[in-house]
């Protein structure tokens, strides 16, 4: 059996925010030979939510840390704004950066009809690029589909209309 060790940590959020955490996954030298691949993919973690008061408490679960830390981006949704802060997993303690990690991020508005955004993975189907809707803070999952031209696995990600959504990546610093 498999013996994978997690480490947990709490943050508190107020009725209105909903915070979501992904942690920055720096990609294997092997994999960057391709030009293409990412130097980051970012992979959401597992929360669960407690209700305290008029908060929430909720939970998040790393899954094999690293000794020298892991990196994460908090991601918090509230009315009509998200605020972005970077952190540091290490050992049992979280510590918010005061260097900005170079994340690159928009807001998505929809107007009339759906659209489509485009993007590659890595080799080992981690994604760059994550576009969450910001009225239910969950993930836009993407269709997989092998694009022959570029001999690359690519991701479409459908927005409907009349709703916003909140895209980022973590970019390699220049």
């Excluded at 980051?40 to 408490?57: H, W, Y």
């Excluded at 952190?87 to 508005?109: R, Y």
């Excluded at 489509?116 to 993930?139: A, C, H, Q």
Aim: proline share 5%; hydrophobic share 30%.
């Amino acid at each position: 059996m498999e013996n994978i060790q997690w480490k947990r940590f709490s943050i508190t959020d107020p009725k209105d925010v909903s915070t979501v955490i992904y942690e920055v996954v720096e990609t294997e030298k092997k994999q960057l030979e391709d030009i293409n691949t990412p130097k980051f993919t970012v992979e959401r973690l597992v929360r669960s939510s407690e209700i305290r008061g008029e908060n929430f408490k909720r939970t998040y679960y790393v899954k094999e840390p690293k000794l020298d830390g892991n990196s994460l981006v908090f991601l918090s949704f509230g009315k009509e704004k998200v605020v972005v802060n970077t952190g540091m997993l290490i050992h049992d303690e979280v510590k918010i950066t005061k260097k900005p990690m170079p994340i690159k991020f928009d807001a998505i508005k929809t107007e009339e009809s759906s659209i489509y955004r485009e993007f590659s993975y890595t080799p080992n189907l981690k994604r760059p690029i994550t576009i969450i809707d910001t009225e239910t803070v969950e993930e836009v999952k993407p269709i997989l589909y092998f694009d022959q031209e570029t001999n690359e696995v690519k991701g479409k990600c459908k927005m409907k209309p009349n709703k916003s959504y909140f895209a980022f990546e973590i970019r390699e610093k220049l």
